[in-house]
């Protein structure tokens, strides 16, 4: 489990997400707090809830981001839904407890990833042998002939004779060593610890081999998943997975894949998928996170008619999940009640009061995201790790172009963003994309006959570029 301090989170966010210090402190509290219940005596463990929160914030400010950034950094199972997927159960559409059985089915994967990297030594040893055994094959005794579990295709074993006179593509003096009497188990030992060495050195890596491979064989069956139905679903791709197991299938791959595919089946194999299960469902409960973003766009009530009419069923539906409650998963029972939710919405129109008032209950934090300014713009133009300046630098590159932004064209269009934002739509930091991708559209067209060359940007050029466009405010509602 996560051993970051609030600190320590809201720096990290910092690398990605300018600003917004309120959502990002309220954030890395909620996540520090699981790890303090975790310690708490156990009497007193059951009691404590998690606090909810609600992110309330223009379009494009950076809710969605410090969502994705919080998941890569959780090490917790994480899953970020859109509230306005759900329909009220009746209606077309996903029920809600379909978000649990989705961050169960993650955390197993998560689980098992980590149980597979525990047995990896061990993984890569059975696929060394089982390697070496397809290369030069064991010769057994009738009475004693074991089930082969990958029967060696002949054009895998070694030629021995080839190998001598140098017709095939094992380097040339270690061919020599490899000419033993196979019936003689002393020297095929011995033989087997040779080629075990050159496997080791990576002097096989290149020689084709032919494996054989299981295919996870599931039958396409889709079935809308309106609820009760999903509970069949599971029950049919069972069924079908009886039915039809995987096939097999010879594969001609390269040695040193065929080791990585090799290891990856065994440790398949060596997992203990029951135990990988329990964890994993310990884990959804007691550490897992959901993400309801969208969350405005199913505020409302009653009153309203058409598409309206089911938010405040899905709102119903919730409630439950986030209050806690017992959900049936393929993997066994979830309890739902120390599952910690983040929800975020603009709240454009409604207003976190239009929520049912028992699930605004449920959300005891609100926090409020900053409209950004054009400081900011500067900022999230050049400073995150990801930074937009630097993604379109990075793509230049590739064509052997050199870009680069003079301070004074940055501040040009971080002011134009600005702009814009405030005489049409504040659509935030997406603003930035639309006017970049318009500033650099001759350059990245023409990018491929302006190789080798070394593209200055500076304010003259952005102003040259969409002073025109910024100035006329229809031309700009279409534009940018
Ligand atoms: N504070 C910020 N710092 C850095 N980048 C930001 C910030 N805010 C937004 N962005 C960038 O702007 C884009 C849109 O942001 P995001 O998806 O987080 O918006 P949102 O707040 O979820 O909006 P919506 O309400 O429309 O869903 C993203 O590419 C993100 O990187
Ligand atoms: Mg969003």
């Known amino acids: 489990m996560q051993t970051f301090t609030p600190r320590e989170i809201v720096s990290e966010l910092d690398r990605y997400i300018i600003g917004q210090n309120k959502a990002k402190r309220a954030v890395a509290i909620a996540l520090r707090n699981r790890w303090r219940r975790m310690r708490v005596p156990e009497e007193l463990k059951d009691e404590i809830a998690p606090k909810n929160i609600i992110m309330i914030g223009p379009t494009g400010v950076g809710k969605t981001e410090i969502a994705r950034r919080l998941a890569k950094l959780s090490q917790a199972p994480f899953l970020k839904v859109e509230a306005s997927k759900f329909t009220e159960v009746g209606y077309v559409g996903r029920d809600v407890e379909s978000m649990i059985r989705d961050l169960v089915e993650l955390s197993v994967n998560m689980v098992k990833e980590e149980e597979m990297e525990n047995v990896k030594v061990k993984a890569d040893e059975l696929a060394e042998e089982r390697i070496l055994d397809l290369l030069l094959p064991r010769r057994v005794t009738p009475d004693e002939q074991p089930e082969p579990k990958f029967p060696p295709t002949d054009s895998n074993v070694l030629d021995f004779d080839r190998a001598k006179t140098g017709r095939h593509d094992i380097p040339g003096n270690e061919a020599e060593i490899l000419q033993p009497k196979v019936e003689d188990t002393d020297t095929y030992d011995k033989t087997r610890e040779k080629l075990k060495k050159l496997l080791r050195e990576g002097k096989l890596d290149e020689r084709p081999l032919e494996i054989e491979t299981r295919e996870k064989n599931t039958p396409m069956v889709e079935i809308f998943s309106a ?35 090799i290891a990856t089946e065994e440790a398949q194999r060596l997992v203990d998928m029951d135990k990988v299960v329990s964890l994993a469902v310990k884990k959804v409960e007691e550490t897992g996170i959901i993400f309801l973003d969208e969350i405005d766009k199913i505020a409302g009530r009653e009153s309203a008619h058409g598409p309206d009419v089911s938010r405040e069923g899905v709102q119903r539906d919730i409630l439950p999940i986030v209050e ?157």
């Open 324 to 480: 806690g409650s017992s959900i049936n998963t393929k993997y066994g029972i979830v309890k739902t009640d120390h599952i910690l939710f983040i929800a975020a919405g603009a709240f454009h129109v409604s207003k976190p009061s239009d929520l049912i008032p028992e699930l605004q209950g449920r959300f005891p934090l609100r926090v409020e995201l900053d409209s950004l300014d054009k400081d900011d713009f500067v900022k999230i133009l050049t400073e995150p790790k990801n930074a937009l300046v630097t993604q379109y630098v990075a793509l230049m590159e590739t064509e052997t172009v050199t870009l680069e932004f003079k301070k004074d064209a940055i501040d040009e269009i971080a002011q134009m963003a600005a702009q814009v934002n405030e005489r049409s739509e504040n659509i935030g930091a997406r603003r930035l994309h639309t006017i970049l991708e318009k500033l650099l559209d001759e350059i990245s067209f023409k990018a491929p006959e302006l190789s080798k060359k070394k593209i200055k940007i500076d304010r003259a050029y952005v102003q040259e570029k969409l002073k025109d466009i910024v100035e006329d405010q229809d031309l700009s509602k279409y534009i940018l």
């Open 227 to 261: 609820s009760g139905i999903e509970e069949m679903d599971i029950n049919i791709k069972d069924m079908f997975g009886n039915l039809f197991p995987g096939k097999t299938k010879t594969k001609k791959v390269l040695v040193k894949d065929a080791r990585n595919i």
